[in-house]
């Protein structure tokens, strides 16, 4: 009899005997129970948007970390830039460790490669639409042709079926042999071309099997082949012939007063002195003078850089830290989303979510000790301007409302760079075991990897792979999704028993019911005697 009422959790029908509307009582009576699970949850969900929290401004730091970095490098500081008296024939830029000063290069010689291309058109590679066979196109009387092509790295053996392969079959068998080669085929110009990847003396084109004259002759000038290419069949001589090699670039580069050095290079951007030369043309009658000088203006916008990202990761954190907090606004379960609009949820989770880490101690702390680093001595600093501070170069704070943003006082930057740019340097760079005793920049950079230290262990990171991870949080978490678990099932097992308790109810009624039908039957029965 039970099954007539109740048959399963996901399918029950009340109320057929009584008339008693069973799932709405058992639904408020369950509504009562829910709420220490509804608070519960709303709990994780406070603990989850702390850690979304947590974990946007350890992703943050990350990427300020990286800014500190480059803050921590000298290279940073030394930048240099470079001018040409004659940028049509050599333009260079200056590394680092190029000394300041007055270079002529003279350019006797351009890098160059080899390009061996098709001295007269082809026969046209395609016909109605359609590309021909290469015994099509050319009219060959052979079905196989064979090849053997060398470049700078290797050579390979050629083989095509002229009845089913075609031009552009050629060029892709090329290509892929990476032989430092390219092939090419021009469809509107109908010209095959062979390129070297390279320049220099170590580029080359050579062609050691060609049975077929495809791609060299036997006439003097190699011009009687398939492809007009113009290229000899490569012997070993004496003489050699049909080695196309490109040519080294040759250069002159007099460093000040001191004597020409003579220089080759297989490209045309060669490195010399820490200069990287771009040569353009060749001309060893008109020397060209590149001057190099300390390249402030990168500096001072490397360090204009470096403030901005200070003050963004500073802003972060302290509107965080100062977020107002609406502690009536608590998460919405999904029965009170159900009863919102889009909109109205919207609003809601912004300030439910609003101020959870307003005054946390950790991220105080975070931003207690860079700002005390910003404002620090750096001693042991000697020599020069003698700059110990930032404030001494032109980084200060303002007021304090502002919580610890830096100002660049733009024209006393820029003078202490042009006065003492290696004092600039060591204030940011300076090395030290004791970490007060380290420069703005390395000290900085261990506050950040401290920092994210602290709050991995708060909350985890963006790349944990679960919000349950193994941080204080996560703990927490996974705490809370067990209680929860146990909640639910306890809240399910109480439902049941309600639906059992009132089944009973409601077959006693149907039973009594069926009792009151027969004693009625048989009274009406009685008096029709």
């Known amino acids: 009899m039970v099954s007539s009422f109740y048959t399963s959790s996901s399918l029950r029908i009340g109320g057929l005997a009584s008339g008693i509307d069973t799932d709405s009582i058992i639904k408020e009576l369950m509504k009562a129970h829910r709420i220490p699970l509804n608070r519960l949850n709303q709990d994780k969900q ?7 929290d947590y974990r946007a401004i350890y992703d943050s730091l990350r990427t300020f970390r990286d800014k500190v970095f480059s803050m921590k490098l000298q290279a940073t500081y030394l930048a240099k830039k470079a001018s040409s008296s004659n940028e049509a024939a050599v333009t260079a830029t200056a590394n680092p460790t190029a000394t300041p000063g007055t270079y002529t290069v003279t350019v006797n010689k351009l890098a160059t490669g080899v390009s061996k291309v098709s001295q007269g058109t082809l026969p046209e590679e395609t016909e109605g639409g359609i590309t021909k066979t290469l015994k099509a196109q050319f009219n060959l009387s052979y079905d196989n042709l064979t090849f053997t092509l060398e470049g700078a790295n290797g050579k390979k053996d050629f083989l095509f079926n002229t009845n089913t392969a075609n031009i552009y079959t050629v060029v892709a068998e090329i290509n892929a042999a990476n032989l430092g080669i390219t092939a090419s085929y021009d469809a509107t110009l109908n010209r095959f071309f062979l390129t070297t990847t390279s320049t220099g003396a170590t580029a080359k084109i050579k062609v050691t099997n060609d049975p077929n004259n ?3 002759g036997p006439k003097e000038d190699g011009s009687d082949n398939t492809l007009k290419l113009k290229m000899k069949l490569y012997s070993a001589g004496p003489p050699e012939s049909g080695l196309y090699t490109g040519q080294d ?12 050095q003579n220089y080759t290079s297989p490209t045309n951007t060669p490195t010399v002195a820490g200069i990287t030369l771009n040569l353009k043309q060749a001309d060893p009658n008109n020397p060209v003078t590149i001057t190099v000088s300390n390249d402030t203006d990168a500096v001072f916008n490397a360090i204009k850089d470096f403030v901005n990202a200070y003050n963004e990761i500073i802003d972060k954190i302290n509107g965080k830290l100062t977020e107002p907090r609406y502690r009536d606004y608590l998460p919405l379960t999904d029965e009170q989303r159900e009863q919102l609009s889009d909109e109205q949820e919207k609003k809601w989770d912004e300030k439910a979510r609003s101020g959870l880490l307003r005054g946390d101690s950790l991220l105080e702390s975070v931003v207690s000790r860079m700002r005390a680093t910003m404002s620090a001595v750096v001693p042991g600093l000697t020599g ?18 502002e919580r610890g943003k830096l100002y660049i006082d733009e024209a006393k930057l820029k003078d202490a760079l042009q006065k003492d740019p290696d004092g600039v340097m060591n204030l940011f760079t300076k090395s030290a075991e004791n970490y007060a005793e380290k420069g703005i920049a390395m000290r900085l950079y261990d506050d950040v990897n401290s920092a994210m230290a602290l709050i991995s262990a708060r909350a985890g990171t963006s790349s944990s792979y679960s919000t349950a991870d193994n941080s204080a949080i996560g703990r927490q978490i996974a705490a809370m999704n067990e209680r929860i678990s146990t909640m639910e099932e306890r809240l399910q097992q109480l439902e049941d028993r309600y639906w059992r308790q009132f089944t009973a109810m409601e077959q006693a009624i149907q039973q009594m019911n069926a009792q009151s039908a027969w004693l009625a039957m048989q009274l009406g029965m009685g008096q029709g005697r």
């Not at 406070?46 to 979304?52: C, D, N, V, Y």
């Not at 670039?249 to 020409?260: M, P, Q, R, S």
């Not at 020069?384 to 200060?396: E, F, P």
């Open 46 to 52: 406070i603990l989850l948007w702390q850690q979304e």
């Open 214 to 216: 495809f791609l060299t």
């Open 249 to 260: 670039a040759e250069f002159d580069l007099n460093i000040g007063d001191a004597t020409v």
């Open 384 to 401: 020069g301007q003698g700059y110990k501070t930032l404030a001494q170069i032109g980084i200060t704070t303002l007021s304090y409302e």
